[in-house]
């Protein structure tokens, strides 16, 4: 159960980390909550050398702050919406990871926000035909290989609301990323499908209601949709924009980058073509192409095996080290290298070695930000 002085305080600290995000995610990391940061607020100058004097200063007017914090949480609270702060159990794991990750997340909607197998589907507002019949191909097959697989984007014209939609109508979980408070819609033109969304799926920002969907926040977003994701799908871009950003920022959360390569000359392939042509993106050209090179394709095997009811011995032939870490995921699975280390008592030299043994046996799958994952 969440803590109620320590969601008000986190959202206090979200209003004050707009301009220096960064920093305030240090310091919240090294103090280990929103709360440790105000309480000790006074001497965070001392404690940390170097620190900006305007956060300091910021830190030391909060009180005036709290009013508007007690209204986002009542007005979470009677809409519906979970205020998700860095430290909480539920916080999406891959995007904690991130040096710039949000304090906290205002989310509504049932999806799983740590699922398996998460994707995000981006490109151009301005989608030709070509563009809709790949993701609808795509996302097709995708469900037949993978239907566990849940669909990120940001809800916005062209590709975004494409891939939403193809999710809904495949009975595919989708969430959308907004740029805005949840207590607005942009475009207006897309509500029906993101009222369908919350109950299939979700909507999640990192900004409080009364905040405008202001073109600075389309771009901040954007990180927020690759740090969600195990990869990012290009479908069409210009030479430049806002897909093309989701991608390099998923570069650099260190996540796989897949684009679909267009017709030579047209405009809207030239971003995806010179992406593939730079080694930026991987090319794929069907679901089977990316579920190959993600590895995911053992893993559909056996969710096919377990659909029909086939039986199967469970990872024979493990060594007694590999049996020790199968036996510590078995029972908490999803945890950290470090943590495993720590149960299993292995050296850390060797534990890595043996989880690369074990991940190449398809006993276990790493996830972003060191997370391994037990396949069962």
């Given amino acids: 159960m969440q803590n109620r002085e320590e969601v008000l305080n986190t959202a206090i600290l979200t209003r004050l980390s707009y301009f220096h995000l960064n920093t305030m995610v240090e310091l ?5 909550s929103a709360t440790a940061i105000i309480e000790q607020r006074h001497d965070l100058g001392k404690m940390f050398q170097g620190l900006p004097l305007r956060i300091l200063e910021d830190l030391a ?4 702050m709290k009013p508007r914090a007690e209204e986002e949480l009542s007005w979470a609270e009677a809409h519906g919406v979970r205020m998700l702060c860095l430290n909480d159990a539920d916080y999406p794991k891959r995007l904690k990871e991130a040096p710039d ?13 740590n699922a398996r197998h998460i994707i995000d ?32 984007s940001g809800l916005a014209y062209g590709v975004d609301i494409h891939a939403h939609r193809e999710a809904l109508a495949n009975g595919m979980e989708t969430v959308a990323v907004l740029a805005h408070g949840l207590d607005t819609l942009y475009p207006p033109a897309h509500r029906d499908t993101a009222n369908e969304m919350i109950s299939h799926g979700g909507l ?3 900004y409080m209601t009364r905040t405008q ?34 991608t390099r920022i998923a570069k650099e959360y260190n996540r796989d980058v897949f684009a679909f390569p267009g017709p030579v000359g047209a405009p809207y392939s030239e971003g995806c073509n010179n992406l593939i042509r730079s080694c930026g993106a991987g090319l794929i050209t069907s679901a089977t192409d990316f579920v190959e090179d993600m ?3 053992n893993e559909a095997s056996l969710e096919q095996a377990r659909v029909n009811g086939i039986e199967r011995q469970l990872f024979p032939n493990l060594s007694a080290d590999e049996q020790r870490i199968f036996n510590v995921l078995q029972a908490t699975n999803d945890l950290r290298q470090d943590v495993i280390a720590v149960k299993t008592g292995l050296p850390a030299g060797s534990l890595t070695a043996l989880l690369f043994q074990l991940e190449m046996k398809g006993v276990v799958k790493a996830y972003a930000g060191g997370t391994y994952h037990l396949m069962k």
């Fill in 28 to 32: 919240y990391r090294k103090l280990g």
């Fill in 61 to 64: 007017s909060i009180d005036v």
């Fill in 101 to 113: 990750a949000p304090l906290m997340l205002f989310y509504k909607g049932n999806a799983d926000l």
């Fill in 121 to 152: 589907i981006v490109g151009t507002r301005h989608c030709t035909r070509y563009g809709e019949d790949v993701i609808r191909t795509f996302v097709r097959d995708l469900h037949k290989l993978v239907p566990d697989t849940l669909i990120v």
């Fill in 204 to 206: 999640i920002t990192e």
């Fill in 213 to 246: 969907p202001d073109k600075l926040n389309f771009v901040r977003r954007n990180r927020i949709t690759a740090g969600l994701c195990d990869a990012t799908i290009l479908v069409e871009s210009a030479r430049k924009g806002g897909g093309l950003i989701t």
């Fill in 295 to 297: 590895g995911w394709q």
